[in-house]
């Protein structure tokens, strides 16, 4: 399956100020990332779907301009959570689709927002 | 909106023991995926199936798809210590620029030695 990397692995940070998650896809392009949410004990959500070159796809209820979402390479996509607050504390998780449909998830970004 | 039942949402068995985990639908998906995830990671790929009443195995795991592509299910059969983690099915709808992967709740799988 593909390789696909996130970092941090884990952040903290202050309400307020916003966070930059990277997803890199590291074996092959992916026209198409994902970012999900999981919070403690409940399965993935899916947040968007991130086109490079595109704007993202945003599922209802995510706010676009609060979880900013740039794919401007076929090896990267970035997700930023601007005026960051404790209830955005959670685990994000992107992935990247392979052939027949498959998606390949990146080890996840544990926020902590204080 | 495509919802995914799973169930149960927990298990803690006996090693050596089997079981069997449900994902239930109203919906059609082009193919489901089961995945295993560990806790602090991200998920892993363990199957995807494409084809009604298909069946596939992976040593003691065995997953089906339904004739309908509507539900499936995984059975572990002699289950291990290191079978445990969280096992998630997701059903894949739309393409292009319309696809997507609806994810059940997941099943927390507790293997006791």
């Known amino acids: 399956g593909a390789v696909v990397s996130q970092h941090p692995s884990w952040v903290i940070c202050k309400s307020g100020t916003s966070v930059k998650i990277e997803c890199r896809s590291l074996?092959?392009?992916?026209?198409?990332m994902f970012w999900y949410r999981q919070f403690p004990k409940q399965s993935l959500m899916l947040m968007a779907t991130?086109?490079?070159?595109?704007?993202?796809?945003?599922e209802q209820g995510v706010e676009k301009d609060k979880f900013l979402i740039n794919h401007a390479s076929l090896t990267l996509s970035t997700l930023t959570v601007t005026s960051a607050h404790p209830e955005d504390s959670s685990f994000y998780i992107c992935s990247t689709m392979g052939l027949v449909t498959e998606q390949y998830f990146g080890p996840g970004t544990r926020l902590t927002v204080t | 909106t495509q919802l995914l039942e799973q169930s149960p949402q927990f298990l803690s068995i006996q090693e050596g023991e089997n079981l069997t985990v449900y994902c239930n639908s109203s919906?059609?998906?082009?193919?489901l995926q089961w995945y295993r995830q560990e806790p602090g990671e991200g998920p892993v790929l363990l199957v995807t199936v494409v084809t009604g009443g298909e069946v596939k195995k992976l040593k003691r795991l065995t997953f089906q798809f339904g004739d309908a592509r509507k539900d499936s299910s995984l059975h572990i059969t002699a289950a291990q210590p290191g079978d445990t983690g969280l096992y998630l099915c997701a059903g894949a709808t739309g393409g292009g620029s319309n696809y997507k992967l609806t994810f059940g709740k997941g099943t927390l799988l507790t293997v006791n030695p």
């Open positions: 991130s086109n490079e070159g595109s704007k993202a796809t945003y």
């Open positions: 074996d092959f392009q992916a026209t198409t």
């Open positions: 919906s059609v998906f082009s193919s």
